[in-house]
């Protein structure tokens, strides 16, 4: 093999737990291994990213990779880690989702290789729904003992919780289900390996039973650590909720920032498993970083690697001149450049206030700008007192009491940038 997996994940921080054998299992020759992704919604989000990289790292350990969407387990809902059941999704919205999470996979995994190693994407749907009840609790369900099935400590959590609703049927069966998918995998494409988050664990041990008992055969399994965040704060989320892949529901701009504003002790961990560089590499970084850490160096690379990956070179263009902007030397050109769901990000919070097009078509003077119209500033006189210290700025341009303010200084035909000093922000919005 052109590496060795285990030890790759190993020493990146990437494994919780692994089966024995599986190490010498995979040093053998090339084996199929999968990773499940259930397709609640038409993205995946960084929650979802460790499971890509290790599908990617098994990739270019020279084995072939499976991303299973689960079309099927999609309908019953996992309940690892939940305390709620969750909404179920009909067929429809599932395919819908399947595809445009393909499309995204497709950045990390090389699907379309003429190498016998070549990505798959399945959907278990594919197979479960032609699966009848009596059919699955006959040929599967017989198989596996409620007394096994209860001590999963996903079973255990919530049947000892609070919660009043208890834990359905339905979630009750998803290990089942999810044991069976590796079955299904194992005999149909020699899928000896399934992989996933540390709470995984239960339903993918239920898996290898299965192929125990049913399939006579050996399955293994590798999970990884859940990440966490050294303060505490859930891993992926922000004020605005998950941060996504897809660039329209977290711009690259944002996303971007999210990597720039890790701490030192968390860019240190998310480098290793969020990027493909070389451990010598990764350790220099390392390493520079704790010469001189107010330089950021550690957080820039790591956002940098993961923008460009994630969405394109040109995004992370954008994403890193849209940056400057606000902490850094920039210009009115910089700023017209930006196109206006990135200004809008760049901007998000800043004081706002209207404006009509037809004054900035006759000309509108600094005062009018600055208080009279818009009360960024208390008051005129203020406003002449701060254009007279040469503290305020137009698109990032430096401005005296005599300017005018028209339509020519338009960003993406809308806004127009106030500024005093180098902190103190105001938008114009042209309506």
Not at 80 to 96: A, P
Not at 165 to 192: I, N, W
Not at 366 to 377: D, Q
Request: charged letters at 25%.
């Amino acid at each position: 093999m052109k590496k060795n997996f285990v030890q790759e994940l190993q020493w990146r921080g990437m494994v919780h737990d692994v089966m024995p054998g599986a190490e010498e299992h995979l040093m053998e020759g090339m084996r199929a291994a999968y990773v499940g992704i259930d397709p609640t919604a038409d993205s995946l989000h960084i929650g979802h990213l460790v499971s890509v990289m290790m599908l990617k790292h098994f990739q270019l350990a020279g084995h072939k990779p499976f991303a299973l969407v689960g079309g099927a387990t999609g309908m019953i809902g996992d309940p690892s880690g939940k305390s709620q059941e969750r909404n179920l999704l009909d067929e429809k919205t599932l395919r819908h989702n399947q595809e445009a999470i393909k499309e995204q996979l497709g950045r990390f995994l090389d699907f379309d290789s003429k190498e016998s190693n070549a990505a798959v994407l399945v959907n278990n749907y594919d197979w479960m729904k032609d699966f009848s009840f009596l059919d699955f609790i006959r040929d599967v369900g017989k198989h596996i003992t409620v007394n096994y099935m209860m001590a999963k400590d996903s079973v255990k959590k919530r049947l000892t919780s609070d919660a009043k609703e208890g834990m359905s049927f339905t979630e009750f069966t998803y290990q089942l289900v999810q044991g069976y998918d590796f079955l299904y995998l194992y005999q149909h494409h020699d899928c000896t390996l399934q992989m996933g988050g540390s709470d995984q664990w239960g339903n993918i041990t239920t898996g290898t039973e299965l192929i125990r008992r049913i399939g006579n055969g050996k399955g293994f399994a590798l999970t990884c650590p859940l990440i966490t965040k050294a303060d505490g704060t859930k891993f992926g989320k922000t004020e605005g909720g998950n941060v996504w892949l897809d660039a329209e529901r977290t711009s690259p701009y944002k996303f971007y920032q999210y990597w720039l504003n890790t701490s030192d002790e968390d860019a240190e961990k998310y480098i290793k498993i969020f990027t493909f560089l070389e451990r010598t590499e990764i350790e220099e970084l390392i390493n520079t970083h704790k010469e001189a850490p107010h330089t950021r160096a550690l957080q820039r690379r790591l956002a940098e690697e993961i923008t460009a990956m994630v969405h394109s070179k040109e995004d992370l263009e954008n994403a890193v001149r849209a940056s400057s902007i606000l902490f850094g030397k920039s210009t009115s050109k910089d700023l017209k450049q930006l196109d206006e769901k990135t200004f809008l990000d760049v901007f998000d919070g800043v004081p706002q206030g209207q404006i009509s097009k037809k004054e900035l078509e006759a000309g509108l003077d600094m005062i009018g700008a600055l208080a009279a119209k818009t009360g960024f500033l208390a008051s005129n006189g203020e406003a002449r007192r701060e254009l007279g210290q040469n503290s305020i700025s137009v698109n990032k341009e430096k401005v005296k009491e005599d300017y005018l303010i028209t339509v020519s200084d338009l960003i993406n035909d809308r806004f127009v940038l106030l500024q005093r000093g180098k902190k103190n922000y105001f938008v114009l919005v042209a309506e």
